[in-house]
């Protein structure tokens, strides 16, 4: 078969043209940029349990059992905490959690300890081992409408099953204080969250 150098040009063009469209999608930061989920209110303020928060960006699990609290740790599970992942790429460039972030924390009991330190043991060795879900807790940032409380609003869907479909924001002497006093950067436990502590 004899190439032509009609055919040899069009090939060179479609392969110039296929690199180029590569390097300019991958340069192009708006390609990248993620339509955000904002916090969602009913009308009388309450905020509404965010949507789809398991697909999130997972961010730590920190575990306060009760067996190692005395049998009254104030928050005795697994704190599965996520961030909102269009909020997560804005933080990612600018290391600031932007107006709108969302952070869940999803509360999820340990299994039944068999030892005193309320541990038990699994194929994996000695420890503590998710069990049921617990209800949630969200954070909001709006510097406006929680002013008061350092620009975060704090809401508790339940420290039970099911979640309920709606939270009023908390009192600042509820859950902001802690915050405010202990959280290592703009309200936030990042202390905790190694993909959150640039």
């Not at 104030?74 to 709108?100: A, D, L, R």
């Not at 949630?136 to 979640?163: I, L, Q």
């Not at 509820?174 to 502590?197: G, M, R, S």
Request: hydrophobic share 35%.
């Amino acid at each position: 078969m004899r190439i032509t150098p009609l055919i040899v040009g069009a090939v060179s063009c479609a392969v110039i043209a296929t690199v180029a469209f590569a390097q300019s999608g991958s340069n192009d930061d708006s390609a990248l940029t993620r339509k955000r989920y904002l916090p969602e209110y009913d009308a009388a303020g309450d905020l509404l349990l965010p949507k789809n928060f398991n697909e999130w960006v997972y961010v730590g699990s920190p575990l306060t059992p009760n067996a190692l609290n005395g049998g009254k740790a104030n928050f005795p599970e697994f704190h599965n905490v996520y961030i909102e992942p269009g909020s997560y790429e804005i933080f990612k460039k600018t290391n600031q959690f932007p107006e709108g972030t969302i952070l869940f924390k999803e509360l999820q009991l340990t299994l039944p300890g068999k030892e005193p330190d309320g541990s038990r043991t699994e194929p994996s060795g000695r420890g503590y081992f998710p069990g049921a879900w617990n209800g949630a807790d969200v954070t909001v940032k709006d510097s406006k409408r929680f002013a008061d409380t350092n620009g975060w609003g704090y809401f508790n869907f339940n420290h039970h099953e099911p979640k309920a479909p709606t939270a009023k924001v908390k009192a600042k002497d509820e859950c902001a204080y802690c915050h405010i006093a202990n959280a290592k950067k703009d309200e936030v436990w990042t202390q905790f969250y190694p993909l959150l502590d640039k």
